[in-house]
């Protein structure tokens, strides 16, 4: 199978939502990345697609998140949220590859590190570790394991702690 990823073009935006709906069950990812994609927090080059034969079979996005500490000092990061292959074409990699090159992509584009929140025995096989190791909080309540880091380069986290602000896009989902 020869699985293509690319960055999203406007013909693509109807599949994507689709390819969110059906991975998801439910509209909120879907309707989630189409806020984000007329937000700030938007990155272009960030909202990966993955084709197989010409279909549009997976998504992922990156946004822009900020980080708070204690004294109030925010420092720009990226979280990567949501992602989704379509029900047919899971656990084939597709995920996997969406991940990786959008985690080059981000080192790319200079950014240091990436936070997500998601399954604890699926995000380590690309790098990330709890945040927790770097004193960085959801901010939410959820369990430590599932709410990671990785950087993207050596100590690209060094110095940065605190709670972990997604932007307002992401409220309600
Ligand atoms: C998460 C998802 C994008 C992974 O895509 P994929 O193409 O199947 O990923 P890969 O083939 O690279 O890896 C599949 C592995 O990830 C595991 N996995 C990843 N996320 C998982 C989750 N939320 N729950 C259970 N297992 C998960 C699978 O069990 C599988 O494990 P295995 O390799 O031991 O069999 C896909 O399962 C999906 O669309 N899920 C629904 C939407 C979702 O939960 N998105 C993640 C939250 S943002």
Same mark, same amino acid.
């Not at 699926?122 to 939410?140: D, E, H, Q, T, V």
């Given at each position: 199978?020869?699985?293509?990823?690319? #960055?999203?073009?406007?013909?693509?935006?109807?599949?994507?939502?689709?390819?969110?709906?059906?991975?998801?069950? #439910?509209?909120?990812?879907?309707?989630?990345?189409?806020?984000?994609?007329?937000?700030?927090?938007? %990155?272009?080059?960030?909202?990966?697609?993955?084709? &197989?034969?010409?279909? @549009?079979? +997976? $998504?992922?996005?990156?946004?822009?998140?900020?980080?708070?500490?204690? $004294?109030?000092?925010?420092?720009?990061?990226?979280? @990567?949220?949501?992602?989704?292959?379509? /029900?047919?074409?899971?656990? #084939?990699?597709?995920?996997?590859?969406?991940?990786?090159?959008?985690?080059?992509?981000?080192?790319?584009?200079?950014?240091?590190?990436?936070?997500?929140? +998601? $399954?604890? $025995?699926?995000? /380590?096989?690309?790098?990330?570790?709890?945040?927790?190791?770097?004193?960085?909080?959801?901010?939410?309540? &959820?369990?430590?394991?599932?709410?990671?880091?990785?950087?993207? %380069?050596?100590?690209?986290?060094? +110095?940065?702690?605190?709670?972990?602000?997604?932007?307002?896009?992401?409220? +309600?989902?």
């Amino acid at each position: 199978m020869r699985v293509i990823i690319k #960055q999203e073009s406007v013909d693509n935006i109807k599949a994507i939502y689709e390819i969110n709906r059906l991975g998801f069950g #439910q509209d909120n990812e879907a309707k989630l990345v189409d806020l984000l994609r007329n937000s700030n927090a938007f %990155v272009p080059e960030l909202s990966l697609v993955a084709f &197989v034969d010409d279909q @549009l079979v +997976g $998504h992922i996005l990156f946004s822009k998140i900020t980080i708070v500490d204690d $004294h109030q000092n925010e420092f720009e990061n990226l979280g @990567l949220a949501p992602m989704a292959v379509k /029900p047919d074409y899971q656990k #084939q990699g597709i995920g996997g590859l969406l991940i990786k090159n959008g985690l080059e992509k981000a080192r790319e584009l200079n950014y240091k590190s990436v936070i997500v929140l +998601g $399954h604890e $025995h699926y995000y /380590p096989r690309f790098g990330f570790a709890p945040a927790s190791r770097w004193n960085i909080k959801a901010p939410f309540d &959820v369990p430590s394991e599932v709410f990671m880091a990785i950087e993207l %380069v050596t100590d690209g986290l060094k +110095g940065i702690s605190g709670t972990v602000k997604y932007p307002k896009e992401f409220e +309600g989902v």
